[in-house]
């Protein structure tokens, strides 16, 4: 007997499918930097200290390499995604967004695991610049796993400053099954 078959012409079609840039609510700020490089324990004095950050190669204060990936916040008087929740009670806060507006994919199978992350760093994000982002299914494939079925959906983003100039490509593995 055969497997059931998710990769689908309807799924298929949405190989390659990119999203326009979105640009993040808050243009790079001092403060958040200061929180991401806390959280991400990395005390570099680049990230927060102006005279020792200006004698580097960088010539100023920068933000951490994978700041990009946590600029993208809910805007203010935007809705709560997590609203969900009283009007559907099987609603568990994991939702199958897995870009920055691309289409749902239209497989039933009902885990989401992480597949891993893959990125590539170009430049650090500045004080002041302004991120956007863009992202594209890169492939959808179906394979047998030891637990069964598996679906890979592979999201690349590109995260860019204002000017147009790359900081970061991310490579997300999205694994359904």
Request: net charge negative.
């Amino acid at each position: 007997m055969s497997p059931a078959l998710y990769i689908t012409d309807e799924v298929k079609q949405l190989i390659g499918c990119e999203t326009d840039w979105v640009e993040a609510c808050d243009e790079v700020e001092r403060g958040a930097i200061r929180r991401f490089h806390q959280a991400v324990m990395d005390d570099d004095p680049i990230f927060w200290k102006d005279a020792e950050a200006a004698a580097t190669r960088y010539g100023g204060v920068v933000a951490p390499p994978l700041f990009p990936l946590h600029a993208f916040r809910r805007p203010s008087g935007a809705p709560d995604p997590l609203n969900r929740v009283s009007g559907d009670p099987d609603f568990d806060g994991v939702t199958r967004d897995f870009g920055l507006g691309l289409p749902p994919v239209p497989i039933p199978l009902p885990r989401l695991l992480n597949g891993g992350n893959q990125v590539e760093v170009y430049q650090l994000a500045r004080p002041g610049e302004h991120i956007r982002a863009k992202s594209k299914y890169v492939d959808i494939y179906q394979k047998e796993g030891k637990s069964g079925l598996l679906v890979f959906i592979l999201v690349e983003t590109i995260y860019a400053n204002q000017k147009g100039e790359t900081l970061l490509k991310a490579l997300q593995t999205h694994i359904l099954r």
